[in-house]
């Protein structure tokens, strides 16, 4: 908190909010199952991930 007040007086900015769904906006699905793809085989299994139709 003490950063985002020091980052806006210093620079003379406003404060403004991302809104409440800003980091689900940019969640990009292939790319977290590719993440999380990689953290299960390093636990040591095998991973086979099929996209089911809606």
Known sequence: MLNVAW?????GE???DLGADYFES???PTVQVKRLTKRI???GFDVT???RVA
């Open 41 to 43: 085989e390093a636990l």
């Open 7 to 11: 980052h806006l007086l210093t620079n």
């Open 26 to 28: 940019h969640n990009d």
């Open 49 to 51: 991930v099929t996209e």
């Open 14 to 16: 406003l404060y403004q």
